[in-house]
């Protein structure tokens, strides 16, 4: 008897197509139509699928990936082995990443997309999918909570960013590599399921809360001071090299924790993450530590705001904050 596969179409490139000549790409496929374009499937699993909505992923919002969290739960305990979501690619890490804090279940979740719309000539559409399936179905891939499958690479959610806007190997994990690769629809880890903290409780619907901000050359304050007026009670900086902002902002953020805002900065580089103790001068690492500001660690600030939206839905609050971001900022 098959397994049971799960695809949720989400929209994205994966789904777009041009439906006049010369004109751009639109979400036109529902997951019916995506499941038909890789007839291959059929040999791997009775396939059940459902079209979660059609955006492309710039405008996905945390209550649509929610909605598909439900869907994907629902179909797991209607004896899915696995789920494969297809998303747009300029997101799909945060999504991922969201779902991931949030997976409540052994089996595999896979997010998958594409880098060329499905009626471009060399589309990486049925590809994508195709192996996303066969790691969906793969016994090893249990236990690693939402994963990222492309160009035949497999990527803990934690891990993967997007590093190009336009090459098929657009996705990478910098400084580990991927999880494991798929060759001749045969899905190979790298390494046993590494442990995983507890899955958190979803985030009430509705917008995130978090501001999210870069900290950059010659940055004097107003940026953050301006978000922190305009009513956000949690930030994200991301700072440069081992989690740094110039003094200027170092000191606005001290203000803003010693009034009860919750802030974290994480490093915008793509591989070694913040640091703790290796600088000490005002807007360092160390500094921004003394003060009370969290640092992301392995976590890129796209991923610590989701992090911080979570865990505040949650009522996570002082230490127990404290602790529960340091836990899933080693990645």
Known sequence: MQPLLSVGAL?????????????????????????????????????????????PSASITVD????????????????????VLTHGT???????????????????LVVTGAMRPADAPGTDAPANLLAAANTA????????????????EIHLA?????????????FASPGFGPAGRILEQQVRF????????????????????????????????????????????????????????????????AGAVSQGAVVAVSSRTTRGGTGRVTYGYVGSE?????????????LSGRKARLLLHVLLGAGVAGERLAQAFAERTRV
């Open 11 to 55: 929209g994205g490139t994966i789904a777009m197509t041009s439906p006049v000549p010369d004109v751009g790409a639109l979400p036109t496929l529902d997951a019916a139509e995506l499941v038909r374009g890789v007839p291959q499937l059929a040999a791997l699993a009775a396939v059940r699928h459902a079209s979660i909505c059609a955006k």
């Open 64 to 83: 649509d990936v929610l909605n598909a969290l439900r869907w994907a739960r629902g179909q797991v305990d209607d004896g899915a082995r696995g789920v």
């Open 90 to 108: 300029d997101t799909l890490e945060e999504t991922a990443y969201l779902l991931d804090l949030l997976w409540d279940r052994p089996e595999a």
């Open 137 to 152: 179905l793969a016994a090893d891939a249990r236990g690693r909570g939402a994963l990222v499958v492309l160009n035949d």
């Open 158 to 170: 934690a891990r993967v960013t997007k590093t190009s806007s336009t090459a098929l190997d657009a």
């Open 190 to 253: 790298a390494a046993p399921a590494p442990p995983r903290p507890a899955p958190l409780p979803p985030p009430p619907p509705g917008p995130v809360d978090v501001a999210l901000v870069e900290a950059p050359l010659a940055d004097d304050g107003r940026v953050v001071r301006a978000l922190l007026d305009a009513g956000f009670g949690a930030l994200v900086v991301d700072g440069s090299g081992l989690g740094h902002t110039s003094a200027a902002t170092a000191e606005v953020l």
């Open 286 to 298: 160390m500094y921004l530590r003394g003060v009370g500001v969290l640092l992301a660690g392995e």
